[in-house]
DNA sequence: GAAATGAACGTTAGCGTTAACGTTAAACCT
DNA sequence: AGGTTTAACGTTAACGCTAACGTTCATTTC
């Protein structure tokens, strides 16, 4: 009918081996109804026929796949890397494979990859945060695959979620800058809406200094380039106009691009100007002054995520979702005033 | 006869639009054989019945998938996001979903996932570098799927190969060293053998240098961390032991560390000790120091590398491998003698 | 005006695998 | 001894989709 490639099918398998095909298919599949001596009979063969399985066939004979979607914002930065590496290995040793994606923070994108994904029958969908497209939400709801949602907090879920408590996290920022005295705090951060999560940090950092009656919180937000870089001339517009005693960065990488605009201008650090990151990335422990940061739980989340997602997969009940805790570091970047 | 979900299959759909499945295949697939009108409504229809295709059934049926698996060492680092933000791309535009999975320097987990990803009948397989398991290459060889190489260069690939020369990388670096007049360089890597391509370029110097009658190359080979911190105990080590006059690293990560182990010790750059870096990473551009580094093509391979495949899939003849041009770049962490 | 053409659709037969159920014969029981 | 159980297999019918080929009927052609 169609030209096939030769590969070696469980018929033709189960032809070299005199036995049937459903023989062949328990034996390679490790379940009961095979003698032993068979069974390593048909392995061997397998082995010389060089048959691989058909996963297609596989996946469509019992409705679902070993196939696990991730969708992330962004390869770049360790974070998500490190989360990634925590799900990957867990999945990994229950026999998932991952099939991932990117969505550079567009919920557009996440809906149409969504779309595509949900026609691989996956066992199981994860994304990051929880601010997706109206119709990725409707579209999940409505499947029996379990869903994740990592990064983020929330008590309304897709279904499950494991994350952290980004408006927590800047809270706990504004309240150390608080005792330590300083008056005008800044942010850098990305474009308005790119990654909410800085934003809900942000808010974070605000609900403390609001009841003080300060100023509103001066925020830089350059065109979108490479953390490093953003940080850097995040921080040189903020020190040029608006004369802040405290800069909060997005994460590390940024704040490091800061401390080096810092020294550009000749801004001594803690002195002069406090510093603040976020996520405590390897970068700072090889800095002369240790960054003030906020430690994340970026591999505890992605196995808890994983483990969760497992159990979930597996018909156990998974507990509410409570948000992960993390560690203020406290630093040589800033200090009391 | 078993639990199904309910999902809509193609022939709720024709039932619906009064068609057969046929037409409705065809009108989903946008092939020719069905009038406009009919082809509106059956969209329509499958929207409102949320059909979502069974790629599975589809992809046994064609006999074929339109997923591409990449295989990469790590997810640590710019560098590899990048290569895979390039082919990511192309391939989205083509169709094309990619499977991902690193390896973690393990040729023995790149041919597990091989295995793996070969039963679901993949477009393309991608790899990462030219030095895999013998039975990885012998399954690939033996499959009709296009193979690509990536990131290193052969002139003998699996199938297709796109990379730089990491040998000729390692010979560019000695050359500037050799003109700026430095005696005695060293190197800082991972541990022998974890990546062949840091041993390449090592190599390249020590081409340069051996022909001099110097001594051997000191090498620090610092136990696995972060690229900064394995920079820094690798930088402390050589200057505190070999005393070079300059000391290459294997990326511009570790140099980073290293620079910052020099300022630890209170080491002066480029005075008492030369830096030379590896694929002019985004975080040199933000310190104060310009690191002398090599610019490696990342984006382009992946580019490069991707459209080389989607022509090889599509049965066109495809040029043989040639090594992409890297650039050096002077900077002031290096400076004649 | 009969035959040839072709666009628009339908029918059939798989793709390679597994769930469900059927069969066989040896082991076990009372 | 006759029936019952059970381990070790085999047969059949899907899973949801598409390539190949068949059919229909309105147009075109000479």
Redesign the interface.
């Known amino acids: 009918m ?1 030209a ?2 030769k590969n070696a099918r469980i018929e033709d398998v189960a032809a070299k081996a005199n036995v049937s095909i459903m023989t062949v298919s328990r034996a390679l599949r490790g379940v009961d109804g095979v003698s032993e001596k068979k069974r390593a009979e048909i392995l061997k063969i397998a082995r010389t026929l ?1 048959y ?6 596989r ?2 004979a019992v ?1 679902n ?1 070993n ?1 696990v979607g991730i969708s992330l914002p ?3 930065g ?1 974070v ?2 490190e989360i ?2 925590g799900m ?1 290995q867990t999945f990994e040793k229950a026999g998932y ?6 969505t550079e923070y567009s919920r557009d994108a996440e809906l149409n990859w969504v ?7 996956p066992a199981a969908i994860i994304l990051t945060g929880v601010d997706h497209h109206p119709e990725t939400i409707a ?1 999940l709801k ?1 499947s ?1 695959i379990p869903v994740l949602e990592i990064w983020d907090h929330t008590n309304d879920p897709i279904d499950l979620c494991v994350g952290i408590d980004h408006f927590e996290a800047g809270k706990t920022i504004g309240q150390h800058a608080l005792e330590c005295g300083y008056k005008s705090p800044a942010f850098v951060s990305t474009p308005k809406g790119h990654d909410i999560r800085a934003d809900a940090r942000l808010e974070g950092i605000r609900a403390v200094y609001q009841n003080l009656g300060g100023g509103p919180i001066p925020v830089a937000r350059p065109p979108l ?2 953390a ?2 953003t ?2 001339h995040g921080a040189l517009e903020l020190i040029d106009t608006a004369q802040p005693d405290l800069i909060c960065f997005l994460n590390d990488h940024m704040a ?2 800061g401390l ?2 810092c ?2 201008r000749g801004v001594s650090i803690p002195d002069d100007l406090g510093v603040i990151g976020f996520n405590a990335l ?2 700072a ?4 002054k240790k960054l003030t940061t906020i430690r994340t739980p970026r591999r505890l989340m992605g196995v808890t995520g994983a483990r969760n997602l497992l159990a979930r997969i597996n018909g156990v009940k998974v507990d509410p979702p409570a948000a992960l805790p993390m560690e203020f570091i406290p630093g040589e970047t800033t200090s009391p005033r």
């Open positions: 169609r096939r490639s060089k691989v399985p058909n996963s297609n066939a996946s469509l409705a796949s196939l962004t390869f770049a360790e998500f890397a990634l590496n990957r494979s991952s099939v991932i994606d990117t779309r595509r994904l949900l026609s691989w029958q579209l409505a029996p380039q490479s490093f870089t940080g850097y490091f691009g080096m605009a020294e550009r390897d970068l422990s090889v800095l002369p």
